[in-house]
Nanobody
Framework: QVQLVESGGGLVQPGGSLRLSCAAS????????MGWFRQALGKEREFVAA????????YYADSVKGRFTISRDNAKKTMYLQMNSLKAEDTAVYYC???????????????????WGQGTQVTVSS
């Protein structure tokens, strides 16, 4: 009933920037937190960042603090991930997700989320 579509991925040079978007459609409610996860080849999916239902609180993995910024526009049902100072180790498929439980702060576990997008590839390489 809920679909999430990520976009904005691509190839970027180390130190560069990229902005990912996640558009929600279907029977979504107004109250849910959203998060970004990523999965590199041969590795497990890991938490990147989350934003609460109002957009007033955010939470980041240590690996991206100071470089990534998560935000949301509820009127557009869209979440964003602004990625700056990108490193090669940021290369991964990035997924957006919705959590209807209203838990906060997030645990960082992927199992807390109810809906997932298909992912968008981010490659950081010179």
């Amino acid at each position: 009933q809920v679909q999430l579509v990520e976009s904005g991925g691509g190839l970027v040079q180390p130190g560069g920037s990229l902005r990912l978007s996640c558009a929600a459609s279907g029977r979504t409610s107004s109250t849910y937190s959203m998060g970004w996860f990523r999965q590199a080849l041969g590795k497990e999916r890991e938490f990147v960042a989350a934003v609460n239902w109002s957009g007033g609180s955010t939470y980041y993995a240590d690996s991206v603090k100071g470089r990534f910024t998560i935000s949301r526009d509820n009127a557009k049902k869209t979440m964003y991930l602004q990625m700056n100072s990108l490193k090669a180790e940021d290369t991964a498929v990035y997924y957006c997700a919705l959590d209807y439980s209203r838990r906060w702060p997030p645990s960082g576990g992927s199992r807390d989320y109810d809906y997932w997008g298909q992912g968008t590839q981010v490659t950081v390489s010179s």
